[in-house]
C-alpha cells in the first residue's frame, strides 16, 4: 500500500507570474513552510498553456530554490485557456458501470480540442439528497500533449508531478480550509482574475456547482490605461498597480443603480428585467467567445494517483512515470486510442469536498529578520512619473477620475460577466449569498467595494493562508498578507495532501 504524501508543493504557473506554496502536514494540520512568486518568463506562457516548458522550467527551479522549498513531490495546476476543459453536468441517477458508459460518451461529444490524443476524467460530486432523481458529475478533458508538457516542466525544475490538477479545485480547497466554519452551507461565487484570463466558479460548501472562464483579465486593463495616455504597457502596469482605483462616487451610484437592478426601486412603476423572475436568461456558457478562445468555459482537474513514494531519478519521458495498477486509466475516444505507454491520471484517492481540519494559529508570523525576498527588482521596470499624483482614496480626484474613465468599459464588461454568471445560476433555481474575490487582477482599489454595490451581494478578498501557520524561515507574514490574493490556486493545489 502506498504511503501518503506529508508534504507537498503547490505550483500556479500564469501568463504574468509562477506562484508556489509548500505545505507540510504536522500531525493532521498543514502548514506553510515555503512561498513565493516570480515573474513568468515573457512569451512562454499563453491562454494556449505552456509551450517553452524550458524557460518556465528554469524559472519555477530557481523560485523553489530561492524560496527554500526542499519537498520533491508537486502538485501542479494545468494552464491555458484552450488546454483544459472542465465541466458540472447532470445525469439521472445510476450506478457506477451505467455511468462510466454514460461519461464515455459525454466525454466524447464535448471534446473542444483539435488534437484527437486526450485524457479525461469524471467524478460525482457528494449528494445533498440521495432519493433526488438525477445526480451532479464533474468531467474534464485535456489534450495529452498538455499534459506532457507540464509534466516536462516540473521535471525541468528537480521535482515529480505527483498530480496535475485544475485551478477550480484547488481554489475549492482554498476555500474549504480557511471559511468552511464561516460558509457552511452557503453559495459562494469566487471570481479570480489573472492575467490574460478569469474563472467565475460558484461552490457550496466546497463543491464546484458551476464553472466558468472568461477571456478578460488584468491584462486588459493595463492596455486600456496604456491606449488612453499613450505610453508603454510596462508605464501603464505601474499606474494601474500604484495610482489606479475605482472613485468613490462609482461605487456610490452603482450601489444606486442596483437599487432598482434588484427589484427596490423607489419608483412602483419602475421595471427591470432583473425584478421579472420569469424573464428568460441567457446562458452565458453559449455566448460567442473571443476568435482565440475556445467555445467552451473551460478548466478541469486531472490528477494522477498519489504514488506515496519519495521519488527516484527523473523519467526520461512522461511515459516512464509510475502509477499504481489501481489508478484510473483515461478514457480516449476509439477512433483515435491513447498511447500504450502514456500515463495515466486520476484523482488519487483525495476527496477535495472533505472539511477542513481544525486547530493552527492564524498567520503565526516567522522570526522578523528572515523575511521572505520578493521578486527580483530587475525583472520590472522602474516607477514612471506621468504627472499622476497618487490619488488621495477620500475623494475623487482628477487623476483618479481620468485612470478610472481609461478602464472604464473593461471594468463594465468585466462586471456584465460576473452577473451574467450568477443569474444565470439563479435562473436553474439557485442563489448566490456572497462573492470572494482572488487573482491579482482584483487587488484593483476599490474592486470589491465596487462588485459588492453594483450586485447587491457582499464581497470579500480571498485569503488562502487563513487558518494555516506560517513556519518557513523564509516565509514573512507581512509578504502574506500583501499577496494572499494572488496565491489561491498554488495553496490549493499544496493542499491535495488534506482534501
Given at each position: 500500500m502506498a504511503k501518503r504524501l506529508t508534504s507537498v508543493v503547490g505550483v500556479d504557473i500564469g501568463s504574468q507570474m509562477i506562484k508556489v506554496a509548500e505545505i507540510r502536514l504536522k500531525g493532521r494540520s498543514p502548514e506553510i513552510t515555503a512561498v513565493g512568486m516570480t515573474p513568468t518568463p515573457e512569451g512562454s506562457v499563453d491562454h494556449t498553456g505552456v509551450y517553452n516548458p524550458d524557460e518556465v522550467g528554469a524559472a519555477l527551479k530557481k523560485l523553489l530554490s530561492e524560496c527554500g522549498s526542499t519537498t520533491k513531490q508537486a502538485v501542479v495546476s494545468i494552464a491555458g485557456q484552450a488546454s483544459v476543459l472542465v465541466r458540472t453536468i447532470e445525469v439521472p441517477r445510476m450506478n457506477d458501470e451505467e455511468l462510466k458508459d454514460h461519461m464515455r460518451w459525454e466525454i466524447e461529444r464535448n471534446i473542444p480540442f483539435a488534437e484527437s490524443n486526450v485524457l479525461s476524467d469524471y467524478k460525482p460530486l457528494p449528494d445533498e439528497d440521495p432519493n433526488s432523481p438525477n445526480m451532479d458529475v464533474v468531467l474534464a478533458i485535456a489534450p495529452q500533449s498538455a499534459i506532457e508538457t507540464v509534466v516536462s516542466v516540473m521535471k525541468k525544475a528537480g521535482r515529480a508531478a505527483v498530480a496535475i490538477d485544475v485551478e477550480p479545485l484547488g481554489i475549492a480547497r482554498s476555500l474549504t480550509q480557511g471559511y468552511e466554519d464561516d460558509y457552511r452551507d452557503q453559495m459562494i461565487c469566487v471570481v479570480d482574475m489573472g492575467h490574460k484570463s478569469s474563472s467565475i466558479n460558484i461552490y457550496?460548501?466546497?463543491?464546484?456547482?458551476?464553472?466558468?472562464?472568461?477571456?478578460?483579465?488584468?491584462?486588459?486593463?493595463?492596455?486600456?490605461?496604456?491606449?488612453?495616455?499613450?505610453?508603454?504597457?510596462?508605464?501603464?502596469?505601474?499606474?494601474?498597480?500604484?495610482?489606479?482605483?475605482?472613485?468613490?462616487?462609482?461605487?456610490?451610484?452603482?450601489?444606486?443603480?442596483?437599487?432598482?437592478?434588484?427589484?427596490?426601486?423607489?419608483?412602483?412603476?419602475?421595471?427591470?428585467?432583473?425584478?421579472?423572475?420569469?424573464?428568460?436568461?441567457?446562458?452565458?456558457?453559449?455566448?460567442?467567445?473571443?476568435?482565440?478562445?475556445?467555445?467552451?468555459?473551460?478548466?478541469?482537474?486531472?490528477?494522477?494517483?498519489?504514488?506515496?513514494?519519495?521519488?527516484?531519478?527523473?523519467?526520461?519521458?512522461?511515459?516512464?512515470?509510475?502509477?499504481?495498477?489501481?489508478?484510473?486509466?483515461?478514457?480516449?475516444?476509439?477512433?483515435?486510442?491513447?498511447?500504450?505507454?502514456?500515463?495515466?491520471?486520476?484523482?488519487?484517492?483525495?476527496?477535495?469536498?472533505?472539511?477542513?481540519?481544525?486547530?493552527?494559529?492564524?498567520?503565526?508570523?516567522?522570526?522578523?529578520?528572515?523575511?521572505?525576498?520578493?521578486?527580483?527588482?530587475?525583472?520590472?521596470?522602474?516607477?514612471?512619473?506621468?504627472?499622476?499624483?497618487?490619488?488621495?482614496?477620500?475623494?475623487?480626484?482628477?487623476?483618479?477620475?481620468?485612470?478610472?474613465?481609461?478602464?472604464?468599459?473593461?471594468?463594465?464588461?468585466?462586471?456584465?460577466?460576473?452577473?451574467?454568471?450568477?443569474?444565470?445560476?439563479?435562473?436553474?433555481?439557485?442563489?448566490?449569498?456572497?462573492?470572494?474575490?482572488?487573482?491579482?487582477?482584483?487587488?484593483?482599489?476599490?474592486?470589491?467595494?465596487?462588485?459588492?454595490?453594483?450586485?447587491?451581494?457582499?464581497?470579500d478578498a480571498m485569503d488562502p493562508f487563513r487558518h494555516l501557520n506560517l513556519v518557513g524561515k523564509k516565509v514573512a507574514s507581512g509578504y502574506v498578507h500583501e499577496h494572499a490574493q494572488e496565491f489561491a490556486v498554488a495553496v490549493g493545489n499544496g493542499l491535495f495532501i488534506v482534501y
Open positions: 457550496k460548501s466546497g463543491k464546484l456547482l458551476q464553472p466558468r472562464q472568461i477571456p478578460i483579465g488584468g491584462e486588459m486593463f493595463t492596455r486600456a490605461i496604456a491606449d488612453s495616455f499613450g505610453i508603454t504597457f510596462e508605464e501603464a502596469e505601474e499606474i494601474k498597480l500604484n495610482k489606479a482605483r475605482i472613485p468613490d462616487s462609482v461605487i456610490a451610484s452603482a450601489g444606486q443603480d442596483n437599487l432598482s437592478a434588484f427589484g427596490f426601486s423607489f419608483d412602483p412603476s419602475a421595471t427591470s428585467g432583473y425584478a421579472d423572475p420569469n424573464a428568460p436568461v441567457a446562458n452565458p456558457f453559449l455566448a460567442p467567445p473571443a476568435a482565440d478562445i475556445p467555445a467552451v468555459p473551460d478548466n478541469p482537474f486531472i490528477a494522477p494517483l498519489d504514488t506515496g513514494a519519495e521519488p527516484g531519478p527523473e523519467p526520461s519521458d512522461a511515459g516512464d512515470m509510475q502509477v499504481p495498477p489501481s489508478a484510473y486509466e483515461a478514457e480516449v475516444p476509439p477512433a483515435a486510442p491513447e498511447p500504450a505507454d502514456a500515463p495515466a491520471y486520476t484523482y488519487g484517492g483525495h476527496d477535495p469536498y472533505a472539511g477542513a481540519p481544525s486547530g493552527g494559529d492564524v498567520h503565526a508570523a516567522p522570526p522578523a529578520d528572515q523575511p521572505m525576498a520578493p521578486p527580483p527588482a530587475t525583472d520590472y521596470a522602474p516607477p514612471v512619473d506621468h504627472g499622476l499624483a497618487v490619488p488621495d482614496h477620500g475623494s475623487d480626484d482628477p487623476d483618479t477620475l481620468r485612470i478610472y474613465n481609461a478602464m472604464s468599459s473593461v471594468l463594465d464588461e468585466f462586471l456584465a460577466e460576473i452577473r451574467r454568471s450568477i443569474d444565470y445560476f439563479r435562473s436553474r433555481g439557485g442563489e448566490i449569498n456572497r462573492i470572494m474575490i482572488s487573482g491579482g487582477g482584483t487587488k484593483l482599489h476599490g474592486m470589491k467595494e465596487y462588485i459588492a454595490a453594483s450586485l447587491g451581494l457582499e464581497c
